[in-house]
């Protein structure tokens, strides 16, 4: 019986490139994967789909407007990076696939944003997926990384803006919340 996965972490933590060695095991093994990522996501380029570590493949880009459950090919398998930003629509019609199609769906992304506040996929992820895994990571000071601290050019953190904001090692710093907050607080004073 398939089922619906949300493997999440914070920034820096492995999800693309678990998600890409996980396609290559289902390849590897004469599976067929459906990679797909949001369209909001193109740091990498459009449909790229790219690790830290260098791994990269193309996937099939997911606007807003498009219906998943629709728009499905057929595959053994369907692998979504940065699922946090589908929306939850999006996210039914991922579980919809599962339930009638008995297609299994691993879904990679983040949990919260910059300021810990849940993304709509991901929320609708917790409420739906029959499997949830935290991919973790480490803060500065050896504690569990959980907070996607977005930093500004100078390195301060930033506490106000949009949602989202595309970027990498010079935008976001994985943090724990006992440093985030001390930081924070630092930059205050």
């Known amino acids: ?110 949990r919260t944003d910059f300021l810990t506040h849940f993304f709509p996929g991901a929320m609708r992820l917790m409420e739906l997926a029959d499997s949830i895994t935290e991919i973790k990571t480490v803060c500065a000071c050896g504690s569990k990384a959980t907070v996607n601290a977005r930093i500004d050019e100078n390195g301060k953190i930033v506490t106000s803006g949009g949602q989202i904001l595309l970027g990498g090692n010079d935008s976001y710093v994985a943090m724990c919340h006992r440093c985030w907050v001390k930081k924070i607080r630092e930059q205050q004073a």
Do not use: H
């Open 1 to 110: 019986m398939a089922k619906l996965y949300f493997k999440y972490g914070a920034m820096g933590s492995s999800k693309s490139a678990q998600a890409l060695i996980t396609q290559f095991n289902y390849e590897e093994l004469g599976m067929s994967v459906w990679l797909i990522k949001p369209s909001v996501d193109d740091r990498d380029g459009k449909n790229i789909i790219r690790s830290r570590i260098g791994l990269q493949r193309t996937a099939e880009v997911i606007t807003p407007e498009d219906n998943i459950f629709e728009k499905f090919p057929g595959a053994d398998v369907i692998i979504a990076d940065e699922a946090q930003f589908f929306k939850p629509e999006q996210i039914d019609q991922l579980r919809a696939i599962v339930d009638e199609k008995d297609i299994p769906v691993l879904c990679f992304g983040l």
